[in-house]
């Protein structure tokens, strides 16, 4: 008998799911429904207030923030973080067109380079899916304009989010995941990660002591942007 | 690993007079349960989601036949392979002949406890592949040849003086005179020798927090972001995972990660929670190639319907361990196997038996602490009290402890004569004991050996009551009496 039949044998046995062959799934039938848990009232805020919230978030656990009102402003804002902390004027981008149309070489001297993140890489910026209030979470999706690699491997990451993409809770998130998914022809089938990313990383694993820039980058900048104007 | 548990008492005894084991654990019994407690404050649904991550869990193991089946699907749909495995030897033979498979020479691995249950290092090491593990103080053990001794910090044990002469040996190739004295040095040179492994990879090989029926998707929680840089770079990607993490749905994944970190570190979410479904798609940048998933077995399917049933509800969040009194004691390595804790107590026995794992379920107050701040409300006390049970039935233990334990048994069932006899004792007892204490007592030398045992007040609780003795001044010598 393979392991599998093994396995799901004795399960079944046990659970007295072997005498009635017409049970219904409830597996599938709880799946189906995508029932919602308790959600913290928390993120539950207009627009302006969850973009607060995001932001009192995410600064708790050390992450830094700036609020554009243009993606236009962008290259100014990423030139001025990187002369902020003396880091050398050289950045890679994703390929994302949000990134990708923006004017770099007229509004800055910045070196832009597009792809995926490599091991040298110091400075990355990048596209959220969206951001979470709850928690100051951003979640990231991969794909061909959002490579993960470029969360994880510089020292300073740059995250752009869309004001009107902070939602109050992850629900809400995978909601949005969900309809995507729809549009793109593959109902229910995630990215291959969705990475949510809560500040920058960090460990406690040497005396409980707490250092940020464990694996991952030891800054997180989030640019949020979002016209004041209705 | 071989287990060490039936040395418990040694062990226990090795770890109260090992001092940097002792300072650590001080800071931890401030740390930990003041941030959850701080956390679980902040949030005014926490114990209703507790309540919710219950019942999420509850339903899955009902069901969990339909749920792996749900699963599996799901993973081959998104162009992953699942391998489910009855027990370690499978698990290890399932994992090399994927490695193999992908030529590999080195496996970057990410935190898993299953991995340490299987002691999958050692066997790859045997067949000629380098496993690293990439959590830093993962790292710092495996370097020392030492087990975890906590869930989530598994070198809480170590001082920074013990790490910095570990990497001293370790990373030969470095000036043998760098100043390591500062924790912040010491993880600069992990995060450049980890970085080579990193890049350098062909197999990344993580566990699992939960996998997600709906989506065939495992999910990975880390603040490091290694768990990340071990599923994203390498060619191949493997989870391990036993066959009661499964939860049904992202919504039920979000609940249940509302009260892990809270319960674990005491962060609101942890710094990097990731999902994770199949290889890489076409036209991805990134990412691996191939993806597997180990489905392993190792006893829990006997523990469903057994009385340790609830325990596979566990999410190894370590809240258990940072609040009991025992392991703040002694630490983890004194259970001598890869769990320890309340958790570790109930669990090993289940996993290795209960003959070679027979002092855990007694290492224990059942003071009750680790129930109350349990996320999945785990009954831990009642499943030790369930161990005690099984053993007493087994005829283990000392012969004067079951001799005393029959004895105090015929007795309790027959209310007046215990009563008489209870109250002869503390009747005596409170004649002799006259500054309030005994720092001496025939046949209790166990006790009073280390500690002084409070006198009782010269009649029983039930006696006094009859006597109408609450809330007035006599009551208060109740209290005192029988609190202090």
Redo the contacts between chains.
């Keep these: 008998m393979?392991?599998?039949d093994?396995?799901?044998g004795?399960?079944?046995s046990?659970?007295g799911?072997l005498s009635d062959p017409n049970l219904t799934?409830?597996?599938?039938t709880?799946?189906q429904e995508?029932?919602?848990?308790?959600?913290?009232?928390?993120g539950d805020l207009d627009k302006a207030q969850r973009i607060d919230l995001f932001c009192n978030?995410a600064t708790r656990?050390n992450a830094t923030i700036a609020r554009l009102s243009s993606t236009s402003d962008i290259p100014d804002s990423v030139s001025a973080y990187l002369r902020a902390h003396q880091l050398p004027a050289r950045i890679k981008i994703a390929?994302h067109p949000t990134l990708t149309g923006l004017e770099w070489q007229a509004k800055t001297s910045l070196m832009v380079e597009q792809?995926?993140?490599q091991?040298d890489d110091g400075v990355s910026v990048s596209v959220a899916f969206a951001g979470v209030a709850?928690?100051g979470?951003l979640v990231m999706t991969?794909?061909?304009e959002t490579?993960?690699?470029l969360?994880?491997?510089p020292l300073d990451h740059i995250v752009v989010v869309q004001g009107d993409d902070i939602a109050g809770n992850?629900?809400a998130v995978?909601e949005r995941i969900r309809a995507k998914s729809v549009d793109e022809g593959q109902p229910?089938?995630?990215?291959?990660?969705?990475?949510?990313?809560?500040?920058?990383?960090?460990?406690?694993?040497?005396?409980?002591?707490l250092?940020l820039?464990?694996?991952?980058?030891q800054r997180l900048h989030i640019l949020i942007v979002d016209d004041p104007r209705p | 690993m071989h287990p060490t548990s039936p040395q418990f008492k040694q062990n226990a005894r090795a770890a109260l007079a090992d001092v940097p084991l002792q300072a650590a654990l001080a800071k931890l019994a401030v740390g930990f349960p003041v941030r959850r407690a701080e956390a679980a404050a902040r949030l005014p649904e926490f114990e209703g989601l507790r309540d919710n991550a219950r019942d999420i869990k509850n339903h899955v193991l009902e069901n969990l036949d339909y749920y792996l089946e749900a699963y599996e699907k799901k993973v081959n749909d998104a162009g992953g392979h699942v391998h489910w495995c009855r027990d370690a030897e499978e698990a290890r033979q399932t994992i090399l002949d994927i490695c193999r498979k992908a030529d590999a020479r080195t496996v970057t691995k990410s935190k898993s406890m299953i991995s340490e249950e299987i002691a999958i290092n050692t066997f790859l090491e045997e067949n000629g592949i380098e496993p690293v593990e990439t959590d830093l103080g993962e790292y710092i053990i495996q370097l020392r040849k030492e087990p975890p001794s906590h869930i989530i910090a598994p070198a809480i044990h170590l001082s920074k003086e013990q790490v910095a002469d570990t990497f001293r040996l370790a990373h030969g190739d470095l000036a043998h005179d760098r100043p390591l004295v500062e924790p912040r040095a010491l993880l600069e040179e992990a995060r450049a020798k980890l970085r080579e492994k990193f890049l350098g990879a062909d197999v990344g090989l993580t566990g699992a927090n939960m996998l997600i029926a709906e989506t065939g998707t495992n999910v990975l929680v880390t603040n490091e972001g290694n768990a990340d840089l071990t599923n994203n770079l390498p060619r191949v990607h493997v989870v391990i995972a036993s066959i009661e993490k499964i939860v049904p749905t992202l919504e039920d994944a979000s609940t249940i990660l509302r009260v892990l970190a809270r319960s674990a570190t005491g962060q609101d979410i942890s710094v990097y929670t990731t999902f994770c479904t199949g290889p890489k798609r076409p036209q991805d940048l990134d990412g691996p190639e191939e993806y597997h998933v180990v489905l392993l077995d190792n006893g829990r399917s006997d523990m469903i319907g057994s009385e340790f049933h609830e325990m596979l509800r566990c999410i190894r969040c370590g809240a258990c361990l940072n609040h009991c009194p025992i392991y703040k004691s002694v630490g983890g390595h004194a259970y001598g196997w890869v769990y320890s804790g309340p958790m570790g107590a109930v669990l090993i026995p289940s996993l290795i038996g209960m003959e070679e794992a027979q002092h855990l379920p007694n290492a224990s107050t059942l003071c009750g602490k680790c129930e109350s701040v349990c996320p999945m409300r785990i009954p831990l006390p009642k499943m030790l009290r369930k161990w005690r049970e099984r053993q007493f039935k087994a005829e283990m233990g000392s012969t004067t402890a079951r001799w005393a334990l029959k004895s105090w048994a015929w007795l309790a069932r027959r209310p007046a004569l215990y009563r008489f006899v209870l109250g002869l004792g503390v009747g005596v007892l409170g004649q002799f004991g006259g500054r309030g204490r005994f720092s001496a007592l025939p046949f209790a030398s166990g006790w009073t050996s280390k500690r002084d045992l409070a006198a009782p007040a010269g009649d029983t609780f039930i006696s006094q009551y009859h006597k109408g003795a609450r809330g007035d001044q006599s009551g208060d010598l109740i209290r005192n009496k029988v609190c202090g």
């Design positions: 393979s392991a599998r093994d396995i799901l004795k399960l079944r046990k659970l799911h799934n409830p597996a599938l709880h799946i995508h029932y919602k848990n308790l959600i913290p009232k928390r978030e656990i390929p792809g995926r993140g091991g709850e928690t979470t991969s794909g061909p490579p993960t690699s969360n994880f491997l992850y629900e995978w229910g089938t995630l990215p291959r990660t969705v990475n949510w990313i809560t500040g920058p990383s960090r460990t406690a694993d040497i005396e409980q002591t250092l820039g464990a694996h991952g980058p």
